[in-house]
């Protein structure tokens, strides 16, 4: 099993297509175990025990299980309609954002919208939104006023994995660093 391959399959099936293999999500984002595990199970081997190590082991904390492990979820990154039972929180006065060179022009003019997903994802710090970034290519990073934000209204919330998230953050709000340098 490539354990890197399989929990992204995993987050495809969690976040945006349980159809796939078969499987549902309940209105708060639960699958059932055995019927992901069986689900996967059909296309390549895999078994309970693997996916226990794939969530304890997942540097991003993409995943939870219920109480007594007979449900899991996908903590945020859905494009499917769930609610993952977020609690609002006061964001810190800075929030970051990383992303590819290629999008930046986009952001620039139309700020952070959501697209497929249901929440723009927002790093708690810089190095973070780095390592974001770095994924999508030549790393951009945005320095997001969250402060300006909340007094304007908008709400945020903290993923159980330290991803804050918020609806879409307008152009009005965010500030590019320029190459690897951190605004104060």
Do not use: C
Not at 5 to 14: G, P
Not at 24 to 43: P, Y
Not at 86 to 96: A, S
Not at 105 to 133: F, N, P
């Amino acid at each position: 099993m490539n354990k890197n391959r399989t929990s992204k399959f995993i987050a495809l099936i969690l976040r945006h297509k349980p159809e796939v293999i078969g499987i549902s999500l309940d209105e708060h984002g639960w699958a059932e175990v055995d019927a992901l595990v069986a689900g996967i199970a059909e296309r390549q081997p895999f078994t309970r025990e693997m996916l226990e190590d794939i969530v304890q082991t997942d540097s991003k904390g993409r995943y939870s299980f219920n109480a007594d492990k007979t449900l899991i979820r996908a903590n945020q990154g859905h494009s499917v309609p769930v609610d993952v039972e977020l609690e609002r929180k006061r964001p810190p006065v800075v929030l970051w954002h990383g992303t590819g060179e290629k999008y930046a022009a986009a952001i620039d003019v139309q700020g952070l919208i959501a697209k497929s997903r249901l929440y723009v994802h927002l790093s708690a710090d810089y190095e973070t939104a780095v390592a974001v970034g770095r994924r999508h290519g030549r790393p951009v990073v945005y320095q997001i006023d969250t402060d300006a934000m909340a007094a304007d209204g908008y709400v945020f919330y903290l993923s159980v994995n330290g991803v804050w998230l918020t609806k879409a953050v307008p152009a009005k709000y965010i500030k590019r660093v320029p190459d690897g340098k951190k605004i104060k």
